[in-house]
Structure formats: C-alpha cells, structure tokens
C-alpha cells in the first residue's frame, strides 16, 4: 500500500482543515495509507507520535474547523542539514514517499529542496548506519505535491489561494462595523489589513466596502496623495472616512506607510482635523471557520493534490495544485515561486509598474 503523508506548515489559513480531509479521504478511497504530520516541519524532524496514520472517521467535521488541526509551526530545525536527515529517516521507517503539503511559498520551496536532496540524504543516513541500505531500498524517489494555503494569495500562478476569501469576507464584515459608528461619530479610521508583500486583500477590501483610500506595496499612491486625500472627503458631504492600509504598504520612495501617519494627516488641525482612529485588524483575519469558497477549493484541490501523487513520475517536476480561471490545475512548483520572487523584487526595486502589471494578471483587474 503506497503511503503519503500530510502537513500544514508556515501560517494557518481557513480551509487548511478542507485541504487535510480531502486528502485522507481520497488517499484512501485510492486504497493508499495516509499519515497526518504534526506541526510542520517540526513534526517530521521529531518524528515518532508527531506522525500518525489516519482513518476516515477522523476528519469528520473538519470542513468548518479553523485554523489546522494538525497544527504549524515555523521549524529553524529543517533548514539545517542535520534536521533533514532527521526527517528523512521519519519519511524512511514510517514507510512515507510522498508528501503533501499545504503552505505558503516558503514551506513549499522548503519542500521541493528536500525532494531535490533527498537521494543524498539517504546516502548519508547509510553511511552513517542510521538506516541500512535495504530500508532505504524503495524509497529512491520523494513525491511533493503542494497546495497553497495562504490569507494574502500571494503565490503568483494561481488565482485564488486556500483562505484569501475566507480572510476577504472577514475583512468586509469588520469593515461594515467600523463604518456604522464612523459614521455616527463622523470620524476617520484607518484599518490596517494584512499582506505582507501583497495588496490584494487590502484592494479587494477597497473595492467590496467602497474605502476612500487605499494603500497597498505594489503600486504606492502618488506624490500628491496627501494633497489629494485632504481635498476631498468632507467637502463632498461624507460623514465617515475609511482608509484601507495593507501591513506591507510603502511610498513611492520605499518608506513605511504606517496607520499612525495616515492618522496624524487625517486629524492634522491644519488640514481637516478629523476625529481618527485607527484599527489592526490582526489575525481576527486568520482565524475562524472557512467560507463556502475556501471549503470547495480546498476540498477540489486536496483530491488533485492525491491525484498528482499517483501520476508521479521521478521526472515529474514537483506540481502545486491551482486555480486558474475556475479550473483546478497541475503547475510547476519552482517555476510559480520564481515569479512570486519577481513581484517582491520588482516591489524593492520601486519599479511599481512591473509589480502592478505582474499582480495584473492575478488580481484580474
Ligand atoms: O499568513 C500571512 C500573514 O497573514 C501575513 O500577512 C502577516 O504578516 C503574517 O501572516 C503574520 O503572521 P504571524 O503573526 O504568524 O507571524
């Protein structure tokens, strides 16, 4: 029986838990044992009870858990060699050949790496007699296949990743809050959004709440932005302002734009004066259940994602799992990380119009 093993690894996001059922319960129906590895990486350098083999029965329920239930951790151990020898020879005595893993770009170049080292890996586990050469027999090749769990949908290649509009939706409802008592009071709010090195939460918040502004790292407001911001607003009879500001947000020169900046211009004496207050939204945008979105694309992906384990080949270059014009797709792994790496370049070299027009394609704007 072929034995496959899944994880969630870097940040938690809704429909994570979607992702794992779907793929217990296809790698069984496809008559395969699967294995559940706890807290990431962490789980599969410690080994032992951090990896377990899992029934039907046992992700019962999980399509409206948050979070992941086989928890995440952010593991210093794996990007040491000596802690991927480790996890190799847990892959090696608990029969495990492939690895599906749901995360963000980094956990999942961290894993394509392992593939790559992996035939060396078990060189050396022999060499140093922690296996012998007949256990690592039929182990020659490691399968990865991805899945793209992330709040941002900061992965280049796919349209939507596992969680965004679960976090979108999170977002709008928070938004609504805030303006009905913005607007009983008059005042401005600034909400910080997160996105690290990614706008789309923050501009698809923009545009579903109808924000006044909105800030976001790979197209910084212009020069005159302030000038622009303090020439309307009130003047046209609004009662409320509402700023939208993505964590990553910067200006045109590569400087932090903070929600405490937006607020000292907004409540300026000298300008508009208004009542400001700011709200971080945090991780209130993580948690919590999935929406129907995030439910169905982790479920549709999870049985690919089982799916691209038994077509395997040793050349197959390692596939995410995507979804591209509402088709769940197979994608080159190393090749939809370069390009994300591009948009963050492009962002630090200011050259905001490659950035923008990079993201153009993904955001469909
Ligand atoms: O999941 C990505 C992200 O949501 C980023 O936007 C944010 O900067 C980060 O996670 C915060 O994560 P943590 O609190 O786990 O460090």
Known sequence: KRRIAMMTSGGDSPGMNGAIRAVVRMGIEKGCEVYCVYEGYEGLVQGHNFIRKFEWPEVRGWLSEGGTLIGTARCMAFYERPGRLKAAKNLVINGIDALIICGGDGSLTGADKFRAEWPGLLKELVETKELTAEQIEPFKHLNIVGLVGSIDNDMSGTDATIGCFSALGRICEMVDYIEATASSHSRAFVIEVMGRHCGWLA????????????????????????????????????????????????????NKISPEMIKDLLANKQG??????????????????????????????????????????????????????????????????????????????????????????????
């Not at 911001?229 to 947000?249: D, P, Y």
């Not at 400001?276 to 690919?304: F, K, N, P, W």
């Open 203 to 254: 501009l698809m918040a923009g545009v579903a709440t109808g924000a006044d502004f909105v800030f976001i790292p790979e197209k910084p407001r212009a020069e005159n932005w302030k000038e622009e911001m303090l020439s309307i607003h009130r003047k046209i009879g609004k009662r409320k302002t509402i700023v939208i500001v993505a964590e990553g947000a910067h200006d045109q020169e590569g």
């Open 272 to 365: 508009l004066a208004l009542d400001t207050r700011i709200t971080t939204l945090g991780h209130v945008q993580r948690g919590g259940s999935a929406c129907a979105y995030d439910r169905y694309l982790s479920t549709l992906q999870g049985v690919e994602a089982v799916k691209a384990v038994l077509d395997a080949t040793p050349e197959t270059p390692t596939p995410f799992i995507a979804i591209n014009e509402n088709k769940i797709t197979r994608k080159p792994l190393v090749q939809a990380v370069l390009d994300t790496k591009e948009v963050a370049k492009a962002i630090e070299a200011r050259d905001f119009d490659k950035a923008m027009s990079l993201r153009d394609t993904e955001f469909h704007m």
